[in-house]
């Protein structure tokens, strides 16, 4: 099982401010499998990048994703209020298809 | 515009069984695997299962093998979790996901979950 380390666990930052979160893989994974989500309380999971670097549908461009092999990073180059929220990466090239634990982007 | 509309559910006792069902809508029903994800409120999110594009190939987490079924039905574009067995550990909000690739000379790439349904709590306890 591929297992998915998230860092940190919690962000603190204002808006306006870059936010940068991490996600590191037991062993390699294929960029092509590597998707981030976007979880907001009561809501379910969105999807935000796939393939590691592109967004999805509607996401805007402040979001950003990059990496390769072990280590996957998602950016956001300047936080809005609704961007504050809990982020997940997911490698869905292999069964299980497994989750990071989660960071949690709280407004400081 | 993607929907998967969830039902059943609801609450069970230890050993007991529930069925969830997720109505697909939007989109060619058949084309896409379809997963189950779970998740305890306030914790990470579990894969549970998988079926491919016409039911013929399933798969499953550890944790639910030989306890939960996975199925389709690709003329009422509906997947379902039939969850026996159940266990205290099961408690968590259940998503239907639809599983989105682009594949070409028998390689499939980007593969994400693209669509998630609204969730349906699942309580087993005695």
């Known amino acids: 099982e591929i297992v998915l380390t998230q860092s940190p666990g919690t962000l603190s930052l204002s808006p306006g401010e870059r936010a940068t979160l991490s996600c590191r893989a037991s062993?390699?994974?294929?960029?092509?499998?590597l998707a981030w989500y976007q979880q907001k309380p009561g809501q379910a999971p969105r999807l935000l990048i796939y393939?590691?670097?592109s967004r999805a549908t509607g996401i805007p461009d402040r979001f950003s994703g990059s990496g390769s092999g072990t280590d996957f990073t998602v950016t956001i180059s300047r936080l809005e209020p609704e961007d504050f929220a809990v982020y997940f990466c997911?490698?869905?090239?292999?069964?299980?298809?497994?989750f990071g634990q989660g960071t949690k982007l709280e407004i400081k | 515009e993607v929907r998967l509309v969830q039902s059943g559910g609801g609450s069970a006792q230890p050993g007991g069984s529930l069925r969830l069902s997720c109505a697909a809508s939007?989109?060619?029903?058949?084309?896409?695997?379809m997963h189950w994800v779970r998740q305890v409120p306030g914790k990470g999110l579990l894969w549970v299962s998988r079926?491919?594009?016409?039911?013929?190939?399933?798969i499953y987490a550890d944790s639910v093998k030989g306890r939960f079924t996975i199925s389709r039905d690709n003329v009422k574009n509906t997947v379902y979790l039939q969850m026996d067995s159940l266990t205290v550990e099961d408690t968590a909000v259940y998503y239907c996901?639809?599983?989105?690739?682009?594949?070409?000379?028998?390689?499939?790439?980007?593969?994400?979950?693209?669509?998630w349904g609204q969730g349906t709590q699942v309580t087993v306890s005695s």
């Open positions: 393939g590691a670097s």
């Open positions: 996901v639809r599983d989105v690739s682009e594949c070409g000379s028998g390689t499939c790439y980007n593969r994400r979950f693209d669509s």
């Open positions: 939007g989109f060619t029903f058949i084309y896409d695997w």
């Open positions: 079926v491919n594009n016409d039911g013929s190939s399933t």
């Open positions: 997911q490698q869905c090239g292999t069964s299980p298809y497994t």
């Open positions: 062993q390699s994974v294929s960029s092509t499998h």
